[in-house]
């Protein structure tokens, strides 16, 4: 191999590269219960001011797609949850970390604060870390493309 074709190569690689890095905390994420493993929706993640959004843009749970929320109070008590905004207002903290306090719970009609960010070593996978008190429960969603 000649030198201006490894050099070929390696400019190749190195344009790829930022590609395969570049996809942030903005976009669509299937949501995964962590404790059955079960897929149960399709969030919206995206920006409004400065700040991070989240809103339920699809139900995938079987028996679940028309839900209303029926144990939540004030302006969510029995809507459907689909549509609903589930994170308000989380603020990017640096390395691609956002924190707030609003990280809703259609299920169990619970508010919790959050830190959401990317897998560092899977940008294809946020991590999503709900907090009551100095307890927190963390889960994984997956990208989904298109």
Not at 23 to 41: C, E, H, L, Y
Not at 43 to 48: A, H, K, P, S, T
């Amino acid at each position: 191999m000649n030198t201006s074709a490894i050099l070929s190569f390696f400019v190749f690689i190195f344009m790829l590269s930022p590609v395969s890095h570049s996809q942030g905390v903005f976009g669509k994420w299937k949501t995964i219960d962590d404790r059955t493993g079960k897929p149960k929706a399709i969030i919206e993640i995206y920006e409004e001011d400065g700040m991070m959004h989240g809103k339920i843009i699809e139900i995938v749970e079987e028996g679940k797609e028309n839900f209303i929320c029926g144990k939540c109070e004030g302006d969510r008590k029995d809507k459907p949850v689909l549509g609903m905004t589930i994170i308000e207002d989380a603020e990017h903290h640096g390395n691609g970390v956002y924190k707030g306090e609003t990280l809703f719970d259609p299920q169990q009609a619970m508010t919790f604060r959050c830190k959401i960010w990317l897998n560092p070593e899977n940008p294809n996978e946020l991590k999503v870390r709900g907090y009551l008190a100095f307890i927190y429960r963390t889960q994984t969603w997956v990208r989904v493309e298109g």
